[in-house]
């Protein structure tokens, strides 16, 4: 077996000190058969996340703890770590162990036997689940179920839910978009570009549930706003034009 790593694993964290500390065991068994590295993008969390990840690593050997220089949100934390990926795929997934691991390693085989350039784990696709079973994680899919049946038809997608950070891609296809968004908007840019640029992009179903540990960061209110302005300034631009990938270096 090549023992290169061919795929990086990227978990964004703020207060995910539990979490992690769960979830990346979870992670090294499961992907024992797969040469990977692990980056823990962490923003400064107070509750000693990075300090886990760097006992981890004692452990594991194959984890990086990621120091954005400034907190800006999940966009920029992920276009920080994305941008020093060397591995052929990278996978990212919220660390809060909403998804599951097992629906991990589903989504890495998936993108090499379609050789589809983005797989997304999507929620509202045949076969995918949101479990709700609290008023305000309710309140949440429904917003999410809207929202991705508007986004779809408005922004003209193959796709039945860009939202969850739960997607593999070759690191090829990052390089060629030209990604800027700091905020969760970058999650739907990341799939617009690819797709409006003419990189294969498809899903597969899984399963969302409420986080192990901690609250969640996402503040509806606050968000929901400014992704629309975002969303609507790629429609506007790209959607009946294309979008221009940037030259294979």
């Known amino acids: 077996m090549d023992d290169n790593p061919h795929l990086t694993i990227i978990l ?4 995910e000190a539990e979490n992690i500390a769960e979830l990346i065991p979870q992670i090294q068994t499961r992907f024992s058969g797969v040469p990977f590295l692990l980056f823990v993008v ?3 969390s107070p509750d000693g996340t990075a ?6 690593h004692e452990q594991y050997g194959n984890i990086e703890v990621l120091t954005p220089p400034m907190r800006r949100g999940l966009g920029a934390a992920l276009r920080y770590a994305y941008d020093r990926v060397t591995t052929a795929y990278i996978l990212s997934s919220d660390s809060d162990m909403s998804f ?3 629906q991990m390693i589903e989504l890495y085989g998936t993108i090499q036997a379609r050789e589809h350039d983005m797989v997304l784990g999507s929620r509202w ?13 309710r309140l949440k ?3 999410s179920a809207i929202g991705n049946i508007v986004v779809r038809v408005l922004a003209g997608l193959p796709v039945t839910d860009v939202s969850a950070n739960f997607r593999v891609l070759r690191k090829d296809a990052w390089d060629r978009i030209d990604a800027v968004e700091n905020t969760n908007a970058m999650l739907f840019e990341m799939v617009f570009k690819c797709h409006h640029g003419g990189l294969k992009v498809s899903s597969i179903p899984i399963t969302f549930r409420d986080r192990r ?3 969640s960061k996402l503040n509806l209110i606050s968000e929901i706003p400014k992704f629309l302005v975002r969303m609507f300034y ?16």
Request: aromatic residues 14%.
């Open 42 to 44: 962490d923003d400064a």
């Open 12 to 15: 964004p964290t703020y207060n």
């Open 213 to 215: 540990h901690g609250d």
């Open 141 to 143: 899919k429904m917003a």
């Open 234 to 249: 790629y429609i506007l631009r790209y959607r009946f034009t294309g979008y221009k990938l940037k030259e294979r270096s």
């Open 125 to 137: 696709c045949p076969g995918g689940s949101y479990e709700a079973p609290e008023f305000r994680i």
């Open 100 to 102: 599951s691991v097992n």
């Open 51 to 56: 300090d886990v990840a760097h006992k981890l």
